[in-house]
């Protein structure tokens, strides 16, 4: 159920109540849960216990804010509390080095290894309103928030291309009998996507040392895409997100790569890339039949055409399969041999990074530097 079901479900709204949220929402903007706080309809303890119900996990009320340990809460930097708006509040005292932490983001896992990974301890994530998460931001670390996020913003190149993306995901999920044709993108000539010559791009050897010394997930996929650039006509890294899969990364020649990192699907639709995590192991070849649906939007929207063949290795941590990594040819026809066994290299060698990582902020090791926000 979304957050202003689950409101009215618990009488805490009437229907008439959450329509004009709603109504005010596609003007103003922002996430609802803050929209119902600031008319003055309930307080973000309510919105926080209803997103616990939601999310199936325990709720930070403004209680746990006002018992937090000052030292724990020191743990993470202002600008990490504020990026990740995420609070430290309590340590555990036996056991694994364990801290609790408010979030507004819980289910996302990566910015959940990421705080773990900063604070240098296994996180035990509390879901909080995001206006509590704010308010407390500037209660204990001075920092203003600014929850404003137009919900109609003016019409530039990364919007059109945002919202033919969520029309992939919208469509894939439809009979093909059924699906209207998905309009093209409207997108200004992108500037030319220039990959280096490849006796100029970083060897084989030199990218894993890389992904070997790796501080921050982000390197790990740049390191990733900086290798595939020259000898892939595309590369994309996808991020699988409970029932989804999300585009973190990548490049495609008819857009740039902002346009491509809005590109989402579910995982639930037939598709080369379900294969390849339902067997956890690589898919190359021609894209399958049974996935054609799919494929299409995905090739229409990146504006190139359908590959005679394609690779989409999975990259699994602990057993779990986290991130897809696909490619095909600069041509769009065979992949050569020896790029697709790089590439199968270098996808073993970003898994061990993440493991490495995950590792060090189980164990309480820090990195030596951070890339920059």
Request: hydrophobic fraction near 45%; aromatic fraction near 4%; proline fraction near 9%.
């Amino acid at each position: 159920m979304r957050l202003g079901e689950i409101l009215v479900h618990l009488g805490l709204l009437t229907p008439e109540q959450l329509k004009a949220v709603l109504d005010s929402r596609d003007l103003l903007g922002g996430r609802i849960g803050t929209q119902i706080v600031e008319r003055g309809l309930l307080d973000t303890d309510q919105i926080s216990e209803a997103l616990g119900r939601q999310m199936r996990m325990p709720a930070a009320l403004q209680r746990h804010f006002d018992k937090a340990d000052p030292t724990v809460v020191a743990m993470l930097k202002p600008n990490l509390a504020a990026r990740y708006m995420a609070i430290p509040l309590v340590a555990a005292h036996s056991g694994v080095k364990r801290i609790v932490v408010a979030m507004a983001m819980p289910q996302d896992m990566l910015i959940v290894d990421d705080v773990s990974f900063a604070l240098g301890a296994r996180v035990e994530p509390m879901i909080s309103a995001e206006l509590a998460i704010a308010r407390n931001l500037k209660r204990f670390f001075g920092i203003e928030v600014n929850l404003t996020r137009p919900a109609r913003p003016e019409p530039v190149p990364s919007v059109a291309r945002s919202a033919s993306s969520r029309e992939i995901r919208a469509l894939a999920t439809e009979a093909p009998r059924s699906l209207p044709t998905m309009p093209e993108p409207v997108l200004p000539e992108p500037p030319p996507l220039l990959a280096p010559p490849l006796d100029a791009a970083v060897g084989l050897e030199d990218a894993v040392h890389r992904l070997s010394v790796a501080e921050h997930r982000d390197q790990i996929a740049d390191i990733l895409i900086d290798f595939m650039l020259p000898r892939f006509g595309c590369g994309i890294i996808f991020l699988l997100r409970g029932a989804d899969a999300q585009a973190w990364r990548g490049y495609a020649p008819g857009i740039d790569a902002r346009a491509v990192e809005t590109i989402v699907f579910p995982m639930s639709v037939p598709s080369m890339f379900r294969a390849a995590r339902a067997r956890a192991a690589t898919f190359r070849g021609p894209p399958p039949a049974e996935g054609l649906h799919l494929h299409t939007q995905i090739w229409k929207y990146l504006q190139c055409q359908a590959p005679a063949e394609a690779m989409v290795i999975p990259i699994a941590i602990a057993d779990r399969i986290i991130i897809l990594v696909y490619a095909h040819a600069s041509d769009g026809g065979r992949l050569p041999e020896n790029y697709a066994q790089e590439l199968q290299a270098m996808c073993t060698a970003a898994g061990s990074s993440f493991v490495r990582l995950i590792q060090q902020a189980k164990e309480g090791h820090k990195p030596t530097t951070l890339l920059p926000l």
